[in-house]
């Protein structure tokens, strides 16, 4: 089944404590993008990639840090989570960022920083 | 940076009702997308339209894009309770590389 996978679904952690949730897709989709989504503020980019080792910063990427080291996986870290960065979080992918190209989102990541 | 604004942030309709959204953007797009996204899950994608394109159908969602006004509504007819979700319009900005999402329209269909 074609999918985009994120982990874990629920994480709690305490300030300062690094973190990686983890996302992978199974689709060969070339672009990758994580977001974060917090009440009356919408869905807000952190990061994309277009392809491997190609990542660049959406509109919220202070706090966060990206690889792309293969095509499928798109972890994002969180070095030091501060409480503001409670928050929904969303991996999703897409064939490419050619106009027109429609994304595929994992389930999500409910983060709580204490 | 936010491009779609949704218009209303929360509507409440009885089953058998049509439901409309609208959403408004401020600069030029190459194609504008809705997705659906069901309480606290990922969003799926509805429908799109391109810029050249003035109404869509599929199933019983319409999709209709007035680029002179840079506006877009979408109509979900005979609504369902299944259709309770949230509705995110998205723009391809001519020119970036991102889709950007607007806030939402939360959508409540009563039995």
């Known amino acids: 089944e074609a999918q985009v996978t994120q982990n874990p679904r629920y994480l709690i952690t305490v300030t300062g404590k690094k973190l990686t949730v983890t996302c992978s897709q199974n689709?060969?989709?070339?672009?990758m993008s994580w977001y974060r989504q917090d009440p009356g503020l919408g869905l807000r980019q952190i990061y994309y990639?277009?392809?491997?080792?190609?990542?660049d910063k959406g509109d919220v990427p202070e706090g966060y840090k990206v690889s792309r080291k293969e095509k499928r996986n798109f972890p994002l870290i969180l070095e030091s989570p501060s409480p503001n960065q409670t928050s929904l979080y969303f991996c999703?992918?897409?064939?490419?960022?050619?106009?027109?190209?429609?994304?595929?989102f994992g389930s999500g990541t409910q983060l709580s920083v204490l | 940076s936010q491009q779609g604004e949704e218009d209303p942030q929360a509507l409440s309709i009885q089953e058998g009702e049509n439901a409309t959204m609208n959403c408004s953007y401020k600069?030029?797009?190459?194609?504008l997308q809705w997705y659906r996204q069901n309480s606290g899950r990922g969003l799926v994608h509805l429908i799109l339209?391109?810029?050249?394109?003035r109404e869509k159908h599929s199933g019983r969602l319409r999709v209709t894009l007035d680029t002179s006004k840079k506006s877009s509504s979408l109509l979900i007819t005979a609504s369902r309770a299944a259709d309770t979700a949230s509705y995110f319009c998205?723009?391809?900005?001519?020119?970036?590389?991102?889709?950007?999402f607007g806030k939402g329209t939360m959508l409540l269909v009563s039995p």
């Open positions: 999703a992918s897409s064939l490419s960022r050619g106009a027109g190209e429609k994304l595929f």
């Open positions: 689709m060969n989709h070339e672009y």
């Open positions: 990639s277009m392809n491997v080792e190609v990542t």
């Open positions: 600069t030029s797009i190459n194609n």
């Open positions: 339209i391109r810029s050249n394109e």
């Open positions: 998205a723009t391809d900005d001519a020119g970036y590389s991102t889709l950007t």
